[in-house]
Protein backbone atom coordinates (compact mmCIF):
# COMPACT_ATOMS: atom_id res chain seq x y z
CA UNK A 1 0.00 0.00 0.00
CA UNK A 2 1.23 3.71 -1.41
CA UNK A 3 0.51 5.81 1.42
CA UNK A 4 -0.40 9.56 0.46
CA UNK A 5 2.37 12.01 0.74
CA UNK A 6 1.59 14.59 3.79
CA UNK A 7 1.14 18.15 3.10
CA UNK A 8 3.30 20.21 4.82
CA UNK A 9 2.44 23.91 5.03
CA UNK A 10 4.98 26.65 4.24
CA UNK A 11 6.34 28.75 6.80
CA UNK A 12 4.88 32.12 6.16
CA UNK A 13 6.76 34.75 5.30
CA UNK A 14 8.15 36.99 7.79
CA UNK A 15 7.45 34.48 11.00
CA UNK A 16 9.47 34.11 13.99
CA UNK A 17 12.77 32.23 13.89
CA UNK A 18 14.04 30.56 16.60
CA UNK A 19 17.90 29.71 16.01
CA UNK A 20 19.34 26.71 18.32
CA UNK A 21 22.67 26.68 19.87
CA UNK A 22 24.81 23.57 20.21
CA UNK A 23 28.77 23.01 21.40
CA UNK A 24 30.17 20.95 19.31
CA UNK A 25 33.69 20.43 21.31
CA UNK A 26 35.84 19.81 23.10
CA UNK A 27 34.08 16.83 24.02
CA UNK A 28 32.96 15.70 20.12
CA UNK A 29 34.68 12.36 19.29
CA UNK A 30 35.31 14.38 15.71
CA UNK A 31 37.03 17.35 17.16
CA UNK A 32 40.57 17.90 17.96
CA UNK A 33 41.41 17.88 21.68
CA UNK A 34 40.82 21.16 23.27
CA UNK A 35 38.60 23.06 20.28
CA UNK A 36 34.95 23.61 20.51
CA UNK A 37 32.83 25.41 17.57
CA UNK A 38 29.82 27.01 19.32
CA UNK A 39 27.13 26.87 16.31
CA UNK A 40 23.83 28.59 15.38
CA UNK A 41 21.69 26.75 13.79
CA UNK A 42 18.45 27.44 11.50
CA UNK A 43 17.47 23.81 11.71
CA UNK A 44 20.29 22.12 9.85
CA UNK A 45 21.82 25.64 8.30
CA UNK A 46 24.62 27.15 9.94
CA UNK A 47 23.98 30.63 10.81
CA UNK A 48 26.44 31.91 12.75
CA UNK A 49 29.92 30.17 14.60
CA UNK A 50 32.62 30.96 17.25
CA UNK A 51 35.32 29.00 17.30
CA UNK A 52 37.48 28.98 19.73
CA UNK A 53 41.13 26.83 19.88
CA UNK A 54 40.77 25.94 23.49
CA UNK A 55 43.84 25.79 26.58
CA UNK A 56 46.26 23.57 25.41
CA UNK A 57 48.99 25.80 26.53
CA UNK A 58 52.25 23.03 26.52
CA UNK A 59 54.32 25.70 26.93
CA UNK A 60 56.59 25.04 24.17
CA UNK A 61 58.50 28.59 23.06
CA UNK A 62 58.78 29.72 26.62
CA UNK A 63 60.34 25.98 27.38
CA UNK A 64 62.80 26.74 24.85
CA UNK A 65 64.55 29.36 26.78
CA UNK A 66 65.42 26.66 29.04
CA UNK A 67 67.59 24.48 27.56
CA UNK A 68 70.78 24.61 24.85
CA UNK A 69 70.15 25.34 20.49
CA UNK A 70 70.28 21.51 20.54
CA UNK A 71 67.74 20.55 23.41
CA UNK A 72 64.94 22.75 21.50
CA UNK A 73 64.73 19.76 18.59
CA UNK A 74 62.69 17.33 20.83
CA UNK A 75 60.13 19.93 21.43
CA UNK A 76 59.39 20.68 17.56
CA UNK A 77 58.70 17.09 17.37
CA UNK A 78 55.84 17.90 19.36
CA UNK A 79 54.21 20.50 17.12
CA UNK A 80 53.09 18.61 14.02
CA UNK A 81 53.59 15.49 15.18
CA UNK A 82 51.94 13.77 11.93
CA UNK A 83 54.91 15.12 10.03
CA UNK A 84 57.50 15.98 12.94
CA UNK A 85 60.77 15.71 10.63
CA UNK A 86 59.62 18.94 8.67
CA UNK A 87 59.62 20.54 11.90
CA UNK A 88 62.89 19.37 12.77
CA UNK A 89 64.58 20.59 9.43
CA UNK A 90 62.30 24.25 10.05
CA UNK A 91 64.31 25.12 13.54
CA UNK A 92 67.59 23.97 12.77
CA UNK A 93 67.58 25.95 9.76
CA UNK A 94 67.05 28.99 11.59
CA UNK A 95 69.54 28.44 14.01
CA UNK A 96 72.03 27.78 11.20
CA UNK A 97 71.26 31.27 9.60
CA UNK A 98 72.07 32.33 12.42
CA UNK A 99 75.63 30.88 12.87
CA UNK A 100 76.03 31.36 9.48
CA UNK A 101 76.76 28.36 8.40
CA UNK A 102 75.71 25.62 5.56
CA UNK A 103 75.55 21.75 6.12
CA UNK A 104 77.02 19.62 3.92
CA UNK A 105 75.27 18.96 1.12
CA UNK A 106 74.72 14.82 1.56
CA UNK A 107 73.41 16.60 4.89
CA UNK A 108 70.46 18.82 2.78
CA UNK A 109 69.88 15.63 0.50
CA UNK A 110 68.86 13.52 3.50
CA UNK A 111 67.28 16.51 5.14
CA UNK A 112 65.08 17.00 1.74
CA UNK A 113 64.21 13.26 1.76
CA UNK A 114 63.18 13.02 5.58
CA UNK A 115 60.78 15.95 4.90
CA UNK A 116 58.64 14.29 1.74
CA UNK A 117 58.61 11.20 3.60
CA UNK A 118 56.76 13.29 6.49
CA UNK A 119 54.87 15.15 3.79
CA UNK A 120 53.32 12.01 2.47
CA UNK A 121 52.45 10.70 6.03
CA UNK A 122 51.04 13.55 6.67
CA UNK A 123 48.71 13.96 3.39
CA UNK A 124 47.83 10.29 3.48
CA UNK A 125 46.68 11.07 7.46
CA UNK A 126 44.42 14.18 6.01
CA UNK A 127 42.80 12.78 3.43
CA UNK A 128 42.20 9.35 5.47
CA UNK A 129 40.89 10.96 7.84
CA UNK A 130 38.80 13.59 5.82
CA UNK A 131 36.83 10.65 4.04
CA UNK A 132 36.10 8.95 7.11
CA UNK A 133 34.43 11.51 8.23
CA UNK A 134 31.75 11.30 5.43
CA UNK A 135 31.67 7.29 5.76
CA UNK A 136 34.59 6.29 3.48
CA UNK A 137 35.63 4.00 6.16
CA UNK A 138 38.20 1.90 3.68
CA UNK A 139 40.11 4.67 2.43
CA UNK A 140 40.57 5.47 6.04
CA UNK A 141 42.17 1.37 6.75
CA UNK A 142 44.25 2.03 3.18
CA UNK A 143 46.32 5.61 4.04
CA UNK A 144 46.66 4.02 7.63
CA UNK A 145 48.10 1.66 6.01
CA UNK A 146 50.35 3.09 3.77
CA UNK A 147 51.40 5.59 6.48
CA UNK A 148 52.47 2.58 8.32
CA UNK A 149 54.75 1.38 6.28
CA UNK A 150 56.37 5.27 6.20
CA UNK A 151 56.66 4.95 10.01
CA UNK A 152 59.22 1.83 9.36
CA UNK A 153 60.69 3.68 7.15
CA UNK A 154 61.30 6.41 9.64
CA UNK A 155 61.67 4.43 12.88
CA UNK A 156 64.91 2.69 11.06
CA UNK A 157 66.28 6.17 10.08
CA UNK A 158 65.84 8.15 12.82
CA UNK A 159 65.12 5.01 15.50
CA UNK A 160 61.73 6.42 16.15
CA UNK A 161 58.76 6.58 14.61
CA UNK A 162 56.68 10.00 15.66
CA UNK A 163 59.36 11.82 17.88
CA UNK A 164 62.26 11.86 15.30
CA UNK A 165 64.61 14.22 17.09
CA UNK A 166 66.66 13.64 13.91
CA UNK A 167 68.02 16.69 13.02
CA UNK A 168 71.10 18.75 14.94
CA UNK A 169 72.78 21.86 14.65
CA UNK A 170 75.05 21.45 12.06
CA UNK A 171 74.03 18.28 10.53
CA UNK A 172 72.16 15.26 11.48
CA UNK A 173 72.07 12.93 14.48
CA UNK A 174 73.63 10.18 12.03
CA UNK A 175 73.77 8.80 8.69
CA UNK A 176 71.36 6.76 6.77
CA UNK A 177 71.28 3.47 7.52
CA UNK A 178 73.00 0.58 5.16
CA UNK A 179 70.09 -0.40 3.04
CA UNK A 180 67.35 2.68 3.03
CA UNK A 181 67.21 2.51 0.07
CA UNK A 182 65.55 -0.80 -0.43
CA UNK A 183 63.71 0.00 2.57
CA UNK A 184 62.20 3.28 1.00
CA UNK A 185 60.90 1.45 -2.33
CA UNK A 186 59.26 -1.30 -0.23
CA UNK A 187 57.03 1.22 1.44
CA UNK A 188 56.82 3.12 -1.98
CA UNK A 189 55.57 0.27 -3.41
CA UNK A 190 52.59 0.27 -0.83
CA UNK A 191 52.15 3.76 -0.71
CA UNK A 192 51.51 4.13 -4.09
CA UNK A 193 49.20 1.14 -4.31
CA UNK A 194 46.76 2.45 -1.81
CA UNK A 195 46.91 5.95 -3.16
CA UNK A 196 45.80 3.98 -6.47
CA UNK A 197 43.34 2.34 -4.30
CA UNK A 198 41.83 5.22 -2.76
CA UNK A 199 41.69 7.23 -6.06
CA UNK A 200 39.50 4.30 -7.82
CA UNK A 201 37.08 4.75 -4.69
CA UNK A 202 36.95 8.52 -3.85
CA UNK A 203 37.63 10.75 -6.88
CA UNK A 204 34.99 9.14 -8.78
CA UNK A 205 32.58 8.54 -6.48
CA UNK A 206 29.22 10.38 -6.83
CA UNK A 207 28.48 9.94 -3.35
CA UNK A 208 31.94 11.78 -2.28
CA UNK A 209 32.06 14.64 -4.93
CA UNK A 210 28.28 15.69 -4.15
CA UNK A 211 29.78 15.40 -0.44
CA UNK A 212 32.57 17.89 -1.22
CA UNK A 213 32.17 19.86 -3.98
CA UNK A 214 30.99 23.14 -3.20
CA UNK A 215 31.77 22.73 0.32
CA UNK A 216 33.53 24.76 2.47
CA UNK A 217 34.41 26.84 -0.34
CA UNK A 218 36.87 30.13 0.70
CA UNK A 219 38.49 31.98 -2.28
CA UNK A 220 41.88 33.21 -2.98
CA UNK A 221 41.89 36.81 -1.59
CA UNK A 222 39.80 35.96 1.62
CA UNK A 223 42.61 33.13 1.86
CA UNK A 224 45.56 35.40 1.70
CA UNK A 225 44.13 37.61 4.00
CA UNK A 226 44.12 35.42 7.06
CA UNK A 227 47.33 33.87 6.19
CA UNK A 228 46.62 30.72 4.77
CA UNK A 229 49.52 28.52 3.00
CA UNK A 230 50.53 25.00 1.64
CA UNK A 231 47.07 22.96 0.40
CA UNK A 232 44.93 25.02 1.98
CA UNK A 233 46.22 27.99 0.00
CA UNK A 234 46.74 26.11 -3.40
CA UNK A 235 43.64 24.65 -3.55
CA UNK A 236 42.26 28.08 -3.69
CA UNK A 237 44.02 28.97 -7.21
CA UNK A 238 47.45 31.42 -5.00
CA UNK A 239 50.49 29.42 -6.70
CA UNK A 240 52.94 29.88 -3.62
CA UNK A 241 54.81 26.89 -2.16
CA UNK A 242 57.43 28.21 0.30
CA UNK A 243 60.04 25.03 -1.55
CA UNK A 244 59.62 27.02 -4.89
CA UNK A 245 59.66 30.65 -4.30
CA UNK A 246 61.81 30.72 -1.05
CA UNK A 247 64.00 27.77 -2.19
CA UNK A 248 65.93 26.38 0.70
CA UNK A 249 68.03 22.84 1.07
CA UNK A 250 68.37 21.39 -2.56
CA UNK A 251 64.84 22.06 -3.63
CA UNK A 252 65.77 24.36 -6.40
CA UNK A 253 68.07 21.11 -7.80
CA UNK A 254 64.85 18.36 -7.96
CA UNK A 255 62.07 18.65 -10.83
CA UNK A 256 58.64 18.71 -9.35
CA UNK A 257 55.09 20.44 -9.91
CA UNK A 258 53.27 22.11 -7.39
CA UNK A 259 49.46 21.80 -7.87
CA UNK A 260 46.61 23.99 -7.06
CA UNK A 261 43.09 24.15 -7.33
CA UNK A 262 40.53 26.38 -8.52
CA UNK A 263 37.49 26.60 -6.08
CA UNK A 264 39.01 26.28 -2.94
CA UNK A 265 36.59 23.78 -2.02
CA UNK A 266 36.99 20.26 0.05
CA UNK A 267 37.19 18.31 -3.29
CA UNK A 268 40.19 20.87 -3.97
CA UNK A 269 41.55 20.21 -0.75
CA UNK A 270 41.24 16.27 -1.08
CA UNK A 271 43.14 16.46 -4.74
CA UNK A 272 45.75 18.57 -3.98
CA UNK A 273 47.16 16.77 -1.10
CA UNK A 274 46.84 13.50 -3.39
CA UNK A 275 48.44 14.47 -5.98
CA UNK A 276 50.95 16.37 -3.62
CA UNK A 277 51.67 12.64 -2.28
CA UNK A 278 53.03 11.53 -6.03
CA UNK A 279 55.34 14.72 -5.86
CA UNK A 280 56.73 14.14 -3.09
CA UNK A 281 57.56 10.24 -4.06
CA UNK A 282 59.14 11.97 -7.78
CA UNK A 283 60.97 14.05 -5.29
CA UNK A 284 62.26 11.03 -3.32
CA UNK A 285 62.98 8.93 -6.19
CA UNK A 286 65.37 12.42 -7.53
CA UNK A 287 67.56 12.12 -4.08
CA UNK A 288 67.65 8.11 -4.75
CA UNK A 289 69.80 9.13 -7.56
CA UNK A 290 71.64 11.85 -7.13
CA UNK A 291 72.39 12.12 -3.46
CA UNK A 292 76.55 12.35 -3.06
CA UNK A 293 78.98 10.70 -0.64
CA UNK A 294 80.17 12.91 2.37
CA UNK A 295 79.80 13.79 5.47
CA UNK A 296 76.43 15.03 7.45
CA UNK A 297 78.08 17.37 9.75
CA UNK A 298 80.15 20.57 9.68
CA UNK A 299 83.54 20.01 10.90
CA UNK A 300 83.30 22.53 13.39
CA UNK A 301 83.77 21.17 17.14
CA UNK A 302 82.33 24.30 18.45
CA UNK A 303 79.26 23.31 17.08
CA UNK A 304 78.84 19.48 16.40
CA UNK A 305 80.09 16.86 19.14
CA UNK A 306 83.40 15.26 18.19
CA UNK A 307 83.67 11.85 17.72
CA UNK A 308 83.76 9.40 20.09
CA UNK A 309 86.66 8.21 19.84
CA UNK A 310 88.18 12.06 20.11
CA UNK A 311 86.40 12.47 23.44
CA UNK A 312 87.99 9.33 24.86
CA UNK A 313 91.30 9.93 24.04
CA UNK A 314 92.13 13.32 23.17
CA UNK A 315 91.86 16.34 25.42
CA UNK A 316 90.33 18.82 22.54
CA UNK A 317 87.48 16.38 21.81
CA UNK A 318 86.86 15.85 25.67
CA UNK A 319 86.66 19.45 26.18
CA UNK A 320 85.03 20.30 23.18
CA UNK A 321 82.17 17.53 24.25
CA UNK A 322 81.75 19.07 27.93
CA UNK A 323 81.48 22.81 26.59
CA UNK A 324 78.60 22.33 23.88
CA UNK A 325 77.04 19.67 26.44
CA UNK A 326 77.08 22.23 29.46
CA UNK A 327 77.20 25.22 27.69
CA UNK A 328 75.65 25.08 23.81
CA UNK A 329 76.48 25.76 20.94
CA UNK A 330 77.61 29.54 20.84
CA UNK A 331 75.14 31.61 18.67
CA UNK A 332 76.12 34.82 17.69
CA UNK A 333 73.45 37.83 18.65
CA UNK A 334 70.98 38.79 16.16
CA UNK A 335 67.72 37.17 15.26
CA UNK A 336 66.57 34.88 12.42
CA UNK A 337 63.66 33.79 10.49
CA UNK A 338 63.86 30.28 8.25
CA UNK A 339 60.31 29.03 6.82
CA UNK A 340 60.02 25.47 5.05
CA UNK A 341 57.14 23.92 3.52
CA UNK A 342 55.35 21.95 5.70
CA UNK A 343 52.26 19.80 5.45
CA UNK A 344 50.18 21.76 6.26
CA UNK A 345 51.73 25.06 5.13
CA UNK A 346 54.66 27.41 6.03
CA UNK A 347 56.68 26.54 9.47
CA UNK A 348 58.50 29.01 10.12
CA UNK A 349 61.15 29.64 13.42
CA UNK A 350 61.87 33.23 14.25
CA UNK A 351 64.91 33.02 16.60
CA UNK A 352 66.54 35.54 18.63
CA UNK A 353 69.70 34.91 20.23
CA UNK A 354 72.04 36.96 23.24
CA UNK A 355 75.45 35.50 22.57
CA UNK A 356 74.95 32.57 24.69
CA UNK A 357 74.15 28.71 23.90
CA UNK A 358 70.72 29.04 24.98
CA UNK A 359 67.67 30.76 23.09
CA UNK A 360 67.08 34.16 24.12
CA UNK A 361 63.46 33.46 22.26
CA UNK A 362 62.03 31.28 20.00
CA UNK A 363 59.14 31.45 18.01
CA UNK A 364 56.98 29.76 16.05
CA UNK A 365 54.80 30.53 13.02
CA UNK A 366 52.61 27.48 12.84
CA UNK A 367 49.88 27.28 9.41
CA UNK A 368 46.88 25.84 11.04
CA UNK A 369 46.79 28.86 13.59
CA UNK A 370 46.09 31.29 10.21
CA UNK A 371 44.01 28.52 8.90
CA UNK A 372 41.86 28.61 11.60
CA UNK A 373 40.73 31.84 11.48
CA UNK A 374 39.14 31.14 7.97
CA UNK A 375 37.23 27.90 9.44
CA UNK A 376 34.29 30.38 10.23
CA UNK A 377 33.73 31.42 6.67
CA UNK A 378 34.34 28.40 4.99
CA UNK A 379 31.08 26.67 7.83
CA UNK A 380 28.55 29.54 7.63
CA UNK A 381 25.81 28.96 5.29
CA UNK A 382 26.75 25.07 4.81
CA UNK A 383 25.05 22.01 6.41
CA UNK A 384 25.68 20.98 9.98
CA UNK A 385 26.65 17.41 8.38
CA UNK A 386 29.51 19.57 6.54
CA UNK A 387 31.34 20.95 9.84
CA UNK A 388 33.48 17.87 10.27
CA UNK A 389 34.10 17.36 6.69
CA UNK A 390 35.51 20.94 6.65
CA UNK A 391 37.17 20.89 9.57
CA UNK A 392 39.20 17.70 8.56
CA UNK A 393 39.98 19.21 5.43
CA UNK A 394 41.67 21.99 6.92
CA UNK A 395 43.88 19.15 8.96
CA UNK A 396 44.20 21.04 12.22
CA UNK A 397 47.21 19.96 14.25
CA UNK A 398 46.51 21.17 18.04
CA UNK A 399 50.41 20.94 18.81
CA UNK A 400 51.15 23.17 16.66
CA UNK A 401 48.17 26.10 17.49
CA UNK A 402 49.28 26.32 20.96
CA UNK A 403 48.81 29.40 21.70
Not at 160 to 168: G, H, I, K, P, Q
Not at 183 to 209: P, Q
Not at 247 to 273: E, H
Request: charged content about 25%; hydrophobic content about 40%.
Amino acid sequence: MIEKPIDIAPVPEGAPTEYSTINMGPSHPAMHGTVRIRLTLDGEVVKDADIEIGFLHRGFEKMCEAGTWNQVVPYTDRLNYVSPLINNVGYVGAVEKLLGIEVPLRCQYIRVFCSEIARIADHLTAVGAQALEIGAYTPFLWAMQAREELYFLMEFITGARVTTCYTRVGGLRWDLPEGWQDKYLAAEKVVEARVVDMEALLTRNRIFIDRMADVGVIGPQDAVAYGFTGPCLRATGVDYDVRKNLPYLVYDRLDFDVPIGTKGDNLDRYLVRMEEIRQSIRICRQILTDIPEGPVNVDDWRVVLPPKEQVYNTIEGMIAHFELIMKGTPVPKGEAYFAVEGGNGEVGFYVVSDGSGFPYRVHCRPPCFAIMQGLKDMIVGGMLADVIPTFDGINMIGGEIDR
